[in-house]
């Protein structure tokens, strides 16, 4: 898996667009012609996928309110992004 | 009924009309009685499928650019937050449309292409010119910056040009390419003997579908399914009957699958006279293949069964003469052998002035 430089921004891609599913109130990733459903942490990352916070500070945002996932949280959101990021949905900027 | 299932999209066909005569078109043979649905049916229709669970909505057809409101109900759609997908042969498509398309907030765009060629896309659509015409749709679609999904049917005369279908797609700033293997049904059904590719033709065709999946991850997104008159296993199509996909015909009958006509003795209810989310629940239709407890062996004791529920009905009434039958693609079907001549038997020769055009209804 390819390391992101934590500089970089990341952006969900226009075509990727996060939606409250209406039916269940889950979070959804809708992209072309199909439906990501997330769960709650794939949403608030998501979220700051925006193109203003570079990705040390999305983590360091989710750090901020999740103290107790400290540990784990900066692999986990990294890889995360990444897995999107493979499915073409989120660019770097 | 499980309650979760519920659908999470909607083929909206909004007409049969289309300038193409694509020989692999998979309408009906002949057009559906009574006329179009207006303007507010849809709207209607639009609105109780975003209540009824649908996310994503497809304007689809015949070629859907035929109707003028396409623009009004692509507003409607994504006002409700649907995402919107137009699937077009972006025949007709104009600067001043497409403009009124992005405004309305069209999400996605989804061009069909005959083959990378000139001269071989036009003679599969059997329209001159059609593929310049695409070529201008797709001009249109990224001056707008609305997202871009090709669509190639393959077959024959077009699955050898898999590789440059490829560069193709990838040339004109596609995120995603769909390479569909015809499936039989509709005009497709009628022209299979000289459609149909051989063994060898398809197996060369998944090795460079597979090879530019791995290439293009995260630039474009490859489908490549293989085709399951030659895989030995069924499709699950539509990922089981009544459960994740609703269709609405031009003139408002509500199908679970686009092709469901195709069955024989199976009435489908009409928007005019019920609500969707009354069709979706309760009708007869939607109830007749869901779930498992229609299916006969060897479907019923088979470990697949809620995989591949049982593959597609409508193959099953085709070749098989019963929807409640083991989808013949299946090599535990009883029916097998219809798909196996099928295969070998329509691997003859052909050529494309052979094929059976499509007509307008």
Known sequence: MKSRAPAKKPRLAKRARLHTDPVSGNPVLMHQEAVLVLNQSGYEILRLCDGTHTLAEVIQDLENRYPAARSVLSQEVSEYIEAISQKGLIEWI | ?361
């Not at chain 2, 659908?7 to 559906?32: D, I, K, Q």
């Not at chain 2, 590789?163 to 499936?183: H, V």
């Open chain 2, 1 to 361: 009924m499980d309650l979760a299932e519920r659908p999470y999209a909607m083929l909206a066909e909004l007409t049969y009309r289309c300038p193409l005569h694509c020989p692999y078109c998979s309408n009906p043979v002949r057009s559906a009685k009574p006329g179009e649905l207006n303007t507010e049916q849809w709207e209607r229709v639009i609105r109780e499928a975003m209540m009824l669970g649908v996310l994503q909505i497809g304007f689809s057809g015949g070629e859907p650019l035929q109707r003028i409101d396409l623009e009004a109900l692509i507003q409607t759609a994504r006002e409700i937050g649907l995402y919107t997908n137009l699937i077009t042969s972006g025949i007709g498509l104009t600067e001043r449309r497409a403009k009124r398309f992005a405004e309305s907030g069209l999400d996605n765009v989804q061009l069909s292409f005959q083959a990378a060629e000139g001269e071989l896309s036009d003679s599969i659509a059997g329209v001159r010119n059609a593929h310049e015409q695409k070529l201008r749709a797709v001009r249109l679609i990224h001056e707008l910056g609305v997202a871009l999904s090709l669509n190639v049917v393959l077959h024959r005369f077009n699955i050898d040009r898999l590789g440059q279908m490829i560069d193709f797609a990838e040339k004109l700033g596609a995120t995603r390419l769909e390479l569909a293997n015809t499936q039989y049904y509709g005009w497709a059904f009628r022209n299979r003997s000289r459609l149909i590719p051989t063994r060898d033709q398809v197996e060369a065709a998944a090795q460079i579908a597979l090879a530019a999946r791995r290439r293009l991850r995260g630039v474009m997104e490859i489908l490549y399914i293989l085709p399951d008159y030659f895989t030995g296993r069924p499709k699950p199509c539509m990922n089981g009957w009544g459960r994740r996909y609703i269709t609405v015909n031009p003139s408002g009958s509500v199908l679970p699958c686009p092709t469901a006509w195709e069955i024989p003795g199976l009435a489908f209810d009409n928007i005019r006279e019920k609500s969707l989310a009354w069709i979706w629940k309760e009708s007869e239709s939607f109830n007749r293949f869901r779930g498992t407890e229609w299916m006969s062996e060897p479907c019923r004791s088979c470990p697949q069964r809620e995989v591949d529920f049982g593959g597609c009905r409508c193959q099953a009434a085709l070749l098989a003469g019963d929807p409640a039958r083991t989808d013949p693609a299946c090599e535990y079907s009883p029916d097998h052998r219809l798909v196996n001549e099928a295969v070998r038997r329509d691997s003859e020769h052909s050529a494309v002035a052979d094929l059976l055009f499509r007509q307008n209804p």
